[in-house]
């Protein structure tokens, strides 16, 4: 059941992501990886950092949203080079 939700978060927060950095994004697989990637950076950041958004479904999209937005950004700026 908690990979149905990883997936699930993973989706929901590669497209707010697309949606947040004005691409048309990467369809539905390519979201999902962004998602779970941001997932992965959004983890490791906020625990680095100390801060806790919250527990829970929200707080877990927070997080993988935040992470999709820095992995989105970071994938920009290589397209650019």
């Not at 992965?40 to 993988?64: D, H, N, Y």
């Amino acid at each position: 059941m908690e990979f149905f939700w990883m997936f699930l978060i993973g989706m929901i927060a590669g497209w707010l992501a697309g949606q947040f950095m004005g691409s048309t994004g990467y369809g539905v697989i390519g979201d999902i990886i962004v998602g779970v990637i941001g997932a992965l950076i959004g983890g490791t950041l906020f625990e680095k950092t100390g801060i806790m958004p919250g527990s829970g479904l929200i707080g877990s999209l927070i997080v993988a949203t935040t992470g999709a937005i820095i992995f989105l950004y970071g994938l920009r700026m290589l397209k650019k080079v």
